[in-house]
């Protein structure tokens, strides 16, 4: 029922941008896991590059 917290977690590494799926190149973003207070997911976040 509930994942194992050892299990390994793969970052969500594209984002929509402007309509386009494009790879995030900016820092991982740790999701904390609300009720276990521990990482839940990882997010590639965008750097200034894609942003302009």
């Known amino acids: 029922m509930n994942k194992p ?4 977690m793969e970052a969500a590494k ?3 941008v402007d309509g386009q799926w494009i790879a995030g190149k900016g820092p991982q973003i740790a999701v904390i896991d609300k009720y276990r207070l521990q990482p839940g997911a990882h997010l590639a976040a965008a750097d200034w590059a894609i942003l302009k």
């Open 5 to 8: 917290v050892e299990a390994t």
């Open 14 to 16: 594209h984002l929509l």
